[in-house]
């Protein structure tokens, strides 16, 4: 590291001569890596030389190195101790993304990182961080530049050093490129092909709640009651290039070598364990510091590097093939970490059997942050969470505590999808997250059998998939990143949910085309082709599909028949729609691509290649599987006629929904009122969305399909009723301000009436085996129920209310519940809200149990979700994430919201690129029932969209555009369809529908 006076040293000083930018210290000509050259600029803003380069003519010398301080490691051990793994390293790494290159926005290909060498000292009191990073590189191609990537990063005494001749060169100018985060150095002399070391000395801000890059974030210490900080990094995706600089492509994997200096009574955690902990003599002013070497890491992408301070403490155990698990906790926190270290004890003996490659480091630590982006970041060895997604209390919903095992999981599962092999470039991301998506629900299953995650997948992920992808505004699960600004928007439910989706129906299609004698199916052993040959490498999607195809062999004359099939999936937007006629002896299939609102004008002909299953539900255990790729096909099904009851899709493992003819809808109805049981949850469910989507999208006629959802009067399944209650709630929000919403809100309380007596607000005695499941159940119900003011639950919650606020505790339901109890309090009078206000917001004394923050954001009444709004700007009482779960909920919880919440989303966040913030944005003006309203936010939307600069990706226009859409198509379905629905519903109610519609007039 330099002094400050050579960093300030007068420009002058530091600008040689070109030809004394290097020192030969006697080496043969031959030897000598630097050629005459031309220098170039590339016109870009120039940097400062007195904040780039040494001042000081003693760099010139080797002498320099041994002048370093003791603590940094020394260069020439660094580089001779990576020789042998630059050779293995080689093989794996190559810097080819799988798309075309757009000038200026990829690094060049003619360097690439080999090693990092970083040796930093952090301090979280004055936010500073500061040391020098040994880059080993290897130049493939001659080079008068080296480019690479930096932001917001204060450069000092930058040069290159070649060992094998002892030799260093400074660069003779430098530019930066702000628009991608680039650094360029210019070199008088051409560099060539050969192992160098490229020294820079930086230093940084640590961010304050940032939750990217490396930054801090405050915390109470129970025992203390002493604010302190706590320190992490996530650089997914391009943020690694804020801690130190790199060559931040995901491509480019290179070996680490990390060791940190922090106060004392402070530790440190990086990817590998520590090899050294040693305290350093005190510093001028008295301050004392302990310094963590730490082991090298495997090849990894820079994004995976990751680092955390603090004080924490941690549990531990150890899997059976010797890891060391870590879950570290706050202070007073210890018995919440048990259960994510169980869970993360049996992911990872999981996931080892399962792909057949033994987790490659030593230890794997969990590590919780009060404010973190993303829920989760799976770094190599050190996997950092939100807090609140991490610890699970004895207290801990069921909801919260499957929630919790399954983020474990999907971390854990990256550590092989994403860390051992990691896609080339982020056009491919759908590799790491869909399949971590999906492995999370097999692990979790094998540990928590009862919670039929299997049912559930449907309503978790094939759900959210089809809301996201029914859209315009989607995109293909593959698509071309060709500016680094357009990635943060793939990070969004067609990558995760999506992704996942059509892995679960490829694993489906593969073990029914191969040898099931083998233990771990067709699926299984793709996997552990593909995991094996790209090991500590990157891959593309081509690489999965021919590692799958070779498994399953030539089919029809398809040698690489998962490509063939799945491309179909990935590199087109949307899904289809199936559409079953059975006929004498015959099977009818058509597919269109389903949009949210069918019309004749809509002629798109884009078709999927379909692995389509389904059941003759005379004989329940035959299932059928063909190949529909055409717009339709007639397939021979000798035994069928048109009284056929068709099940479509058993199981639910197909990506596509199912649209049949009234006769079958019929059938449908009658045996879901007499053996709903017949069919399994999962199938249930798909029936339930599949109808309301149908008839919200102009598909299907009230008449048809609404009979199918009677048989929920008496349902009691949890996944069955999740599932039915966003369905219902999606058709109560179309219907806006038509008379048929007050009919359709009276028709829901007759279908809970009889299941909120049965599962009430208190928990049965019962197996506790299937508690799990009925806690789901209770919140799924009691929540809907709330939702459309059923009067048995809206006055319970009451008289709880009361009992809160008298402190009468004895007979309150779960602390699980008690948000639901303030939603409906909150929602019954003004009074009730200013006193959750006041409690939420008084600065001493403990607060009640329960979220007050979410039941305040349920508020429907304007002035009380503008002062809610107003609360949520207040630093001091609104952490980042619980502004951001308060913003989503008010989202989805009044009509209000496009007139109320969206000013203030576009007021004081309107260049926010988090995708959760999108989604509000979309939630927010989908569910708003006056057009005019609506028609103002499409002028917005397309003021906004002519304002856009080239390549930004604007995510709050999107959603802005995704909800439009989904508002318009709303109106369109209360006034060509609300008129039918109200005749269907008020048949039910027994009520005279022309009564309705006068009340209308």
Known sequence: MSSNAS????????????????????????????????????????????????????????????????????????????????????????????????????????????????????????????????????????????????????LSDTFVHHLASNTIVFPSSAASDPDNGMTILHFSKVIRPMNYTLVISYKGHIGDRTMHGFYRSPYRDASTDEVRYVAATHFEPFWARHAFPCFDEPSLKAEFRVAITVRKGLYALSNMPAARIHDLDASADGARFTRFEFQPTPPMSTYLAAWAIGDFKSVENKTESGVDMRVFFRPGQQSDARYPLHVALRSLEFFESQYGIPFPLPKLDLFPMPDFSGDAMENFGLMIFEEDLLMSSETSSAEDKQT????????????????????????DLWLNEGFAEFMQYQAVSAIEPSWDLESQFFYMEHVLAFRADSSSFTHPVTMAVDDQRTIPRIFDDITYDKGAAIVGMLKSWMNSKTDDRHMCGGFCQGIRKYLTRCRFGVATTADLWADMSAIVGTVDGDHNVVRSMMD????????????????????????????????????????????????????????????????????????????SLILANPNRTGFYRTQYGATTYKLLSELLLTNPT?????????????????????????QDGFPCLLFLKRETDPIVWLTASDALKELE???GYHVAANSVRAWFRRLLEDIVVKVGWKAKAGNSNDQHMQDLMRRAILSLAIDMQEQQVTSQAMRYFSALLDNKEDDLPSEELLDLVYIAAVRNTSKNFDIMFDLYTKQSGPKPAGDILSAL???????????????????????????????????TASPLACSHLLPFIFDFYSSSKSGRMAVAVENAIAGCPDMKIIEQWDDFARKRDSQEKPGEADRLLIGLKRGLERATTGYFFRTERGDEVLQWVSERLGENPSERLIERI
Do not use: C
């Open 678 to 702: 017949s069919l399994r949850p999962a199938d249930r469910a798909g029936i339930v969305s599949d109808v309301i989507a149908l008839v919200l999208s102009n598909r299907v006629i009230a």
């Open 7 to 154: 960093r300030d040293a007068p420009l002058e000083r530091v600008r040689r001569d070109p030809e004394e930018n290097v020192r030969n210290m006697d080496v043969p000509q031959e030897l000598d890596p630097l050629l005459p050259g031309q220098e170039t600029n590339r016109g870009r803003r120039q940097i400062s030389w007195g904040t780039l380069f040494p001042s000081d003519r003693e760099l010139l010398t080797t002498s320099h190195f041994r002048r370093q301080r003791k603590w940094m490691i020394p260069l020439a051990t660094v580089v001779a101790s990576t020789i042998l793994f630059l050779i293995i390293l080689k093989a794996f790494t190559r810097h080819e993304p799988t798309q075309a290159r757009q000038p200026g926005t990829w690094l060049p290909t003619s360097i690439v990182a080999r090693t990092y060498t970083l040796d930093f000292m952090a301090d979280l009191e004055t936010a500073i961080f500061n040391g020098q990073a040994n880059v080993t590189i290897e130049v493939l191609e001659s080079t008068s530049n080296i480019t690479f990537h930096s932001v917001g990063l204060e």
């Open 857 to 891: 954001a349920s508020t429907q009444d304007s002035a009380q979700i503008d002062r809610l709004l107003d609360l949520l700007q207040k630093q001091d009482l609104v952490s980042p994430s619980e502004r951001m779960s308060a913003i989503e909920t008010v989202a």
């Open 733 to 735: 929000k179309s219907l």
């Open 404 to 427: 919790i095992a399954l983020l474990v999981a999907h971390e854990i599962a990256h550590q092989w999808f994403g860390d051992i092999v990691t896609m080339r470039w982020w056009n």
């Open 568 to 643: 179909t999936w990935v590199s087109r937007p949307g899904y289809p729609v199936i559409t079953v006629i059975p006929e004498n002896g015959v099977l009818r299939l058509s597919q269109r691509r389903f949009t949210l609102w069918a019309s004749p004008e809509n002629t798109e002909d884009q078709t999927w290649v379909v692995p389509f299953e389904f059941a003759i539900l005379s004989d329940v255990k035959s299932v059928h599987s063909v190949t529909l790729r055409d717009p339709t096909s007639l397939f021979p099904i000798s035994e069928l006629s048109p009284e």
